[in-house]
């Protein structure tokens, strides 16, 4: 029932910086846990970062200081900004919904691009 479309990805340049939003719809996002995901060609999907339906926010080592991630749950929609691009962080961004902290993310975008290169 719940539909997730990310947006904002794009090319840019080592050290610059880029908002991806995920929008949703069918249900409204208040309740749910959601968190931003990457996959790199030829690499296995990891985790990016994390927010809880009251707000609290969990990144990869990676990204700490360099991504925030947040939540307008009044637009249905969680944004990830990114800072600092470096060229590891290019991949195919998803952002994807679990219905619980405890649960595992079973709603998921169709994913945007990111390429970091000079």
């Known amino acids: 029932q719940l539909q997730l479309v990310e947006s904002g990805g794009g090319l840019v340049q080592p050290g610059g910086s880029l908002r991806l939003s995920c929008a949703a719809s069918?249900?409204?996002?208040?309740?749910?846990?959601l968190g931003w995901f990457r996959q790199a060609p030829g690499k296995e999907r990891e985790g990016v970062s994390s927010i809880t339906s009251d707000g609290n926010t969990y990144y990869t080592d990676s990204v700490k200081g360099r991504f925030t991630i947040s939540r307008d749950n009044a637009k249905n929609t969680v944004y990830l900004q990114m800072n600092s691009l470096k060229p590891e962080d290019t991949a195919v961004y998803y952002c994807?919904?679990?219905?619980?902290?405890?649960?595992?993310?079973?709603?998921w975008g169709q994913g945007t691009q990111v390429t970091v290169s000079s």
């Open positions: 069918g249900l409204t996002l208040d309740v749910y846990t």
């Open positions: 994807a919904a679990a219905e619980s902290i405890t649960r595992p993310y079973t709603y």
